[in-house]
């Protein structure tokens, strides 16, 4: 494209100079994926769950995030600002530059017809003592995995590190598909700050340790790493965004939440994946079993659905587009 540039004299030239000189030297602002749809700061150190409150289960439990009210975001409210500019080729998918508060993105571009489907695998301390103790047979729903696989449906999984350590062969499994990417879910799903659906907290001193850590327990397994991340219960404040600063990672919620965590029936769990869904969505789901035994139920309904509205999977990264 021919762009004019119309004559100015030379004096403002100069001060236009300098002016830029001066923004170059300043240090970045966080960025988000190309053209993603939501990056929002956070304001105060207030929980952003932007979530009804829900009846806390037992210590270490997740319990199950409700959608938003019409109008709202993940942030309690606050309004999005533009999109930032594309993530330079051949970076890692959610790569942003250390040292920047990291973006925060609920969807991609309200365009074309992908959708990102994304799976978080849960596992705290209680948990695993349910698995050692017989109480719970599973957290590792392979029902979902063996349909997405025989589908050929692209995801993305939000891995905590503990259910990696006690699922290394469902994990190696996940990382051989092309289809499927691999992101960071803490290590052990504490809550980033008060009041988080229950969860217990993590120290704020330990909060960048345990996520570099994932990455690295992750990393092990190979196939498509991002540096995508999500908190669990989508709890973050002002200090969890800035002790995730020196990594480098693009924070991601998303649009549409399920709500399949404890849920008693298939049907709430496609409705609620399906009334809000739009081009650029990312849905909120769960591959944790016991935790959310309704999912591989839902799951075929929630692909015809989204087949009917001509809406397709896609990894996260395409999703959002850097993929």
């Known amino acids: 494209m021919h762009v004019k540039i119309p004559r100015v004299p030379l004096v403002a030239t100069l001060v236009a100079v300098v002016a830029a000189a001066a923004l170059l030297a300043a240090p970045a602002p966080g960025r988000a994926p190309a053209a993603a749809g939501i990056v929002r700061a956070t304001a105060t150190d207030q929980p952003e769950t932007g979530r009804a409150p829900q009846t806390p289960t037992a210590p270490g439990q997740t319990t199950p995030p409700t959608v938003p009210p019409p109008g709202s975001t993940a942030s309690g409210g606050q309004e999005p600002t533009a999109a930032a500019p594309a993530a330079p080729s051949g970076t890692v998918p959610g790569a942003t530059p250390p040292g920047t508060r990291p973006p925060v993105v609920d969807h991609g571009p309200r365009t074309g017809n992908k959708v990102a489907l994304t799976f978080d695998a849960d596992m705290t301390d209680a948990m695993r003592y349910q698995l050692r103790s017989g109480a719970v047979r599973s957290y590792a729903n392979l029902k979902i995995i063996e349909l997405l696989e025989r589908e050929r449906v692209p995801a993305t999984f939000f891995l905590t590190g503990k259910w990696v350590e006690q699922y290394p062969d469902v ?127 839902a799951l075929p309904h929630i692909l015809a659905g989204l087949a009917e509205r001509g809406l397709e999977p896609a990894p996260l990264s395409e999703v959002l587009g850097v993929g």
């Open 171 to 297: 994990t190696r499994r996940l990382a051989g598909n092309p289809r499927f990417e691999l992101a960071n879910h803490t290590y052990g799903h504490l809550a980033f700050t008060p009041d988080c659906y229950g969860l217990p907290r993590i120290a704020e001193r330990e909060m960048t340790a345990d996520v570099a850590r994932t990455f690295d327990v992750v990393a092990a397994y190979g196939g498509r790493q991002t540096r995508y991340f999500r908190f669990p219960g989508l709890c973050h404040d002002r200090k969890a965004l800035t002790a995730l600063a020196p990594l480098g990672v693009t924070v991601v919620d998303g649009d549409v939440v399920s709500g399949d965590p404890f849920a008693k029936s298939w049907r709430p769990v496609v409705r609620a994946s399906l009334e809000g869904v739009r081009p650029g969505s990312v849905i909120v789901l769960h591959v944790t079993e016991a935790n959310a035994p309704m999912t591989d139920e």
